[in-house]
């Protein structure tokens, strides 16, 4: 009677090693696709900081103008829209599929507001992760003197 029991549990384990291997690797995939876009994010936010930077110091010393709370430079949208694309032609953006500048601006003559987008396409290609889309950031910058 034992010898009967334990030939009829033979293969019990093997549909719960599928299981948890299917699972598993669901699961993997899944992490490298947010570890992916995270990191893609932060290197487009990374050039965009960089970008608005350039485009905050765009003005010229006829610029500045004295406020009562001390020097105070004016931007001007033109200007940060040139700087901006000046700093992108400088710097290696190919890394970025389809890269595009939104918005380069100066709202209030004050900061510069740069908007940038890029397209992500997940490293491995899977039914749990859409095939990729468009991310957007902002970064704003702002010339100070002390």
Do not use: C, H
Not at 97 to 110: E, K, P, T
């Amino acid at each position: 009677m034992t010898g009967r029991r334990i030939r009829d549990e033979d293969g019990s384990t093997l549909p719960l090693i599928i299981f948890y291997a299917a699972l598993s690797l669901a699961l993997i995939l899944l992490v490298v696709a947010a570890t992916s876009l995270y990191l893609e994010r932060k290197r487009l936010f990374t050039l965009a900081d960089g970008a608005s930077l350039v485009g905050a110091e765009s003005f010229s010393l006829s610029d500045v103008s004295q406020t009562s709370s001390g020097y105070r430079p004016v931007l001007r949208s033109g200007e940060v829209a040139s700087a901006v694309r000046g700093y992108l032609r400088d710097n290696p953006v190919e890394e970025f599929a389809s890269l595009q500048v939104d918005r380069a601006v100066s709202v209030d003559g004050r900061s510069a507001t740069v908007e940038l987008s890029a397209y992500w396409s997940p490293p491995v290609l899977s039914l749990l992760v859409p095939n990729g889309f468009r991310i957007q950031v902002t970064s704003v910058a702002r010339s100070v003197f002390s």
